[in-house]
Nanobody, 121 residues
Framework: VQLVESGGDLVQAGGSLKLSCAAS????????IGWFRRAPGKEREGIAC???????FYPDSVKGRFTVSPGSVKNTVDLQMTNLKPEDTGMYFC????????????????WGKGTQVTVSS
């Protein structure tokens, strides 16, 4: 399984950005795709997750601003981010895990290399 993130950029506070995660390889019938970010000086944290049957989960810090969904391109998962804040700055990763439960960093099986998002004030 390979995961490749794209779409990271420099954006002003209040702006929007869409990240994409392109997945390839052999997938199990049930899996979850999670988006994580590592802000400068902080631990990697989960910010969005989508299951095979379309359930989505977000922490309060991004709920209402971020939306995870299947991408328009086959085998991609998008993360639409709106009303971006400087504290959203960080390296964004997508990851995959087998099963139908969204799990944390330690439970993910495969990781992409990340894409940088910088939000200027």
């Amino acid at each position: 399984v390979q995961l490749v993130e794209s779409g990271g950029d420099l954006v002003q506070a209040g702006g929007s950005l869409k990240l994409s995660c392109a997945a390839s390889g052999v997938f199990h019938e049930n899996y979850v795709i999670g988006w994580f970010r590592r802000a400068p000086g902080k631990e990697r944290e989960g910010i969005a997750c989508i299951t095979t049957d379309g359930r989505t989960f977000y922490p309060d810090s991004v709920k209402g601003r971020f939306t995870v969904s299947p991408g328009s391109v086959k085998n991609t998962v998008d993360l639409q981010m709106t009303n971006l804040k400087p504290e959203d700055t960080g390296m964004y990763f997508c990851a995959a895990a087998w099963g139908d439960i969204c799990v944390g960093v330690g439970g993910m099986h495969y990781w992409g290399k990340g894409t940088q998002v910088t939000v200027s004030s």
